[in-house]
């Protein structure tokens, strides 16, 4: 279920992406209290998280472009080992990156043997002694 915003939180989060993400300067414009972006950031830690994912999201194409621009350059890329290491975090962060998979092959022999249940055996004998 999503949280209901006030006005002030919907505009703290707008802001919060116009000025980069710098919480401090958003909660100003959205006209919280100097040093009082703490608790608003305690307060919307989940819209914000949820916002930081969008962006990574909105990020993913133009970070799949880049890994095959430099891929695919004749010439050389100024800074390429770090356009691709970043490109290469954000497509890991939006689960589009390297996946890991475990293939488990397990072969049974045999199969499952079932017993009839037992039935109770009374035995009605006497010790003899010598």
Do not use: C
């Not at 989060?13 to 116009?18: G, Q």
């Not at 919480?23 to 100097?34: F, T, V």
């Not at 930081?52 to 891929?71: D, H, R, W």
């Not at 290469?88 to 079932?114: A, C, P, S, Y």
């Amino acid at each position: 279920m999503k949280k209901e915003l006030t006005t002030k939180q919907q505009t703290f989060l707008d802001h919060l992406v116009e000025t980069g993400g710098d919480p401090k300067e958003a909660a100003r414009l959205a006209g919280y209290a100097d040093n009082g972006h703490w608790q608003v950031v305690q307060a919307l830690k989940n819209e914000i998280i949820d916002l930081a994912s969008n962006i990574l999201a909105q990020s993913a194409p133009k970070a799949a472009m880049k890994l095959v621009e430099v891929m695919e350059s004749n010439s050389p890329v100024p800074q390429a080992n770090i356009k691709m290491q970043a490109a290469q975090t954000i497509l890991d962060r939006t689960g589009l990156g390297k996946q890991e998979r475990l293939d488990v092959k397990h072969k049974v022999e045999g199969g499952l043997f079932i017993l009839p249940a037992k039935n109770e055996i009374i035995i009605d004998a006497k010790a003899e002694s010598e």
